[in-house]
């Protein structure tokens, strides 16, 4: 579900709690997707966990983090139809313990600094091409993390195949859920699977050919996938050549549609005030260090969801020992609402001030616990660096909103800047 700020018809809680409970889900919805925070800040203050029939709204940030910690009792069974034996679909097993420590062994922090680079030379010929205009989405923001898939994923297929599978996974699996109650799931769902069954069939032949190339002596590259094939775990470890397949698929899927959206969410919201541009520029010239926070910050406004889903595998009171502690039936679909998280004052001191000095705490980016984001590090190098290039430039303003063609994710967002780089520009 794509956030729409731009259009903030003021919610009234009131008017939902007068309604059955099993009515609430599509009003509720539609003010998440328009007006998620005063209706966030209402719940927090008036009804923090609350009954909307098809799913549970959760508000508050310490029963958020009671959610996302306990996967044994709120887990991620919704995923599994749509991702089937990846790790992310699976709770508390070998399989996630296993998969998950061999893909952080061949994404090491010390790729950092070259990724970053790489994303900001990306971004800079980009910019350079566009000549003072540029649409974002289209040139940048799924044209980088593209790049970093194919040279460091080392997931070589042609760019129109690998934004087709991406998008249509992340679209599939992330926004067609039952309580989604989309018209068009079905296509949805039918094109996820064409483009994991063609996904599958391009593995066939890329992985058994960098294989033997490896065997033989060749020189290959160091990307990710040279270093999985070279771990040769052996067949005790249960990490065979199918869960090569499902990992590095999953390497694709989760880093071109999540970071196009969190490039323009970002931009959107720091280009829209103009003392956070001011600040943010003048950081960006600083360097990495100084300029980081503007990104994050920036995100806690609009980040690229508002909330997770889980479902309940047992009986479970939610908040217990505190005055507002609620009953939750297994089987129950509750959404942590981690956008409400991150303005809840209990945690996050003066929510409503843009501060970009905050500590990593204050965000739920990356999520929480058990299904903290894999490629968290790789996202947090790109990132900021994509947006800190384009801040570079002078003259630097949206000419319009976002747009997102009544999808999930953003399908345009248009830039005007100065064509010739600025010294500070070239000086990076």
């Given at each position: 579900?794509?956030?729409?700020?731009?259009?903030?018809?003021?919610?009234?809680?009131?008017?939902l709690?007068?309604?059955?409970?099993?009515e609430?889900?599509?009003v509720?919805?539609?003010w998440?997707?328009?007006a998620?925070l005063?209706f966030?800040a209402?719940?927090?203050?008036r009804?923090?966990?609350?009954?909307c029939?098809?799913?549970?709204?959760?508000?508050?940030?310490?029963?958020?983090?009671?959610i996302?910690?306990l996967?044994?009792v709120?887990?991620?069974?919704?995923?599994?139809?749509k991702m089937?034996?990846?790790?992310l679909a699976?709770d508390?097993?070998?399989?996630?313990y296993?998969?998950?420590a061999?893909m952080?062994?061949i994404?090491?922090?010390s790729?950092?600094?070259?990724?970053?680079e790489?994303a900001g030379?990306?971004?800079?010929?980009?910019?350079d091409?566009?000549?003072?205009t540029?649409?974002?989405?289209?040139?940048?923001?799924?044209l980088?993390?593209?790049?970093?898939?194919?040279?460091?994923?080392?997931?070589?297929?042609?760019d129109e195949?690998?934004?087709?599978?991406?998008y249509?996974?992340?679209?599939?699996?992330f926004?067609?859920?039952?309580?989604d109650?989309?018209?068009?799931?079905?296509a949805?769902?039918?094109?996820?699977?064409h483009?994991?069954?063609?996904?599958?069939?391009t593995?066939?032949?890329l992985?058994?050919?960098?294989?033997?190339?490896?065997?033989s002596?060749a020189?290959?590259?160091?990307?990710?996938?040279?270093?999985?094939?070279?771990?040769?775990l052996?067949?005790?470890a249960?990490?065979?050549?199918d869960?090569?397949v499902?990992?590095v698929?999953?390497?694709l899927?989760?880093?071109?549609?999540?970071?196009?959206e969190a490039v323009?969410?970002?931009?959107a919201e720091?280009?829209?005030?103009?003392d956070?541009h001011?600040?943010a520029r003048?950081?960006?010239?600083?360097?990495?260090?100084?300029?980081?926070?503007?990104?994050?910050?920036?995100?806690?406004?609009?980040?690229?969801?508002?909330f997770?889903?889980?479902?309940?595998?047992?009986?479970?009171?939610l908040?217990?020992?505190?005055?507002?502690?609620?009953?939750?039936?297994?089987g129950?679909v509750?959404?942590?609402?981690?956008?409400s998280?991150?303005?809840?004052?209990d945690?996050?001191?003066?929510?409503?001030?843009?501060?970009?000095a905050?500590?990593?705490?204050?965000y739920?980016?990356?999520?929480?616990?058990?299904?903290e984001?894999?490629g968290?590090?790789v996202?947090?190098?790109?990132i900021p660096?994509?947006?800190r290039?384009?801040?570079?430039?002078?003259?630097?303003?949206?000419?319009?909103?976002?747009?997102?063609g009544?999808?999930?994710?953003p399908?345009a967002?248009?830039?005007a800047y100065?064509?010739?780089?600025?010294?500070?520009?070239?000086?990076?």
């Open positions: 579900m794509r956030m729409r700020l731009d259009a903030p018809d003021a919610p009234c809680l009131d008017t709690l007068a309604m059955p409970a099993a609430r889900w599509p509720a919805r539609d998440i997707r328009r998620p005063p966030f209402q719940l927090r203050d009804q923090p966990v609350l009954d029939g098809a799913v549970v709204l959760v508000a508050r940030r310490a029963d958020i983090a009671e996302l910690s996967p044994q709120f887990s991620v069974a919704l995923y599994k139809p089937g034996a990846f790790m699976l508390n097993t070998e399989v996630n296993r998969d998950k061999v952080r062994a994404l090491p922090w790729d950092l600094p070259a990724i970053r790489r030379a990306l971004t800079d010929a980009a910019l091409a566009g000549n003072g540029i649409d974002v989405v289209a040139s940048i923001s799924r980088v993390p593209l790049r970093i898939v194919q040279s460091v994923f080392g997931i070589a297929a042609p195949d690998l934004l087709r599978w991406s249509a996974n992340q679209f599939d699996q926004n067609n859920l039952p309580f109650g989309r018209a068009d799931a079905d949805i769902e039918a094109a996820a699977v483009a994991r069954e063609e996904m599958r069939a593995f066939a032949s992985i058994p050919a960098r294989l033997a190339a490896i065997e002596g020189e290959v590259p160091d990307d990710s996938l040279t270093r999985l094939l070279r771990l040769h052996p067949s005790g249960g990490f065979g050549m869960r090569v499902i990992n698929g999953g390497l899927i989760g880093a071109i549609e999540t970071t196009s323009v969410n970002a931009l720091i280009l829209k005030r103009a956070v001011a600040a003048a950081a960006a010239v600083t360097g990495t260090a100084a300029f980081d926070g503007y990104v994050w910050e920036a995100l806690r406004f609009a980040p690229i969801v508002a997770m889903f889980r479902q309940t595998e047992a009986d479970h009171l908040g217990r020992g505190g005055a507002r502690a609620i009953s939750l039936s297994k129950t509750v959404l942590p609402l981690s956008l998280a991150m303005f809840d004052p945690w996050v001191p003066d929510p409503d001030r843009f501060d970009p905050r500590p990593d705490q204050a739920l980016h990356f999520g929480l616990g058990h299904h984001c894999l968290r590090y996202a947090g190098a790109m660096e994509i947006v290039r384009i801040l570079l430039r002078t003259d630097l303003r949206a000419e319009g909103p976002v747009e997102d009544g999808t999930p994710f399908t967002f248009r830039l100065a064509p010739t780089p600025s010294a500070d520009a070239k000086a990076v």
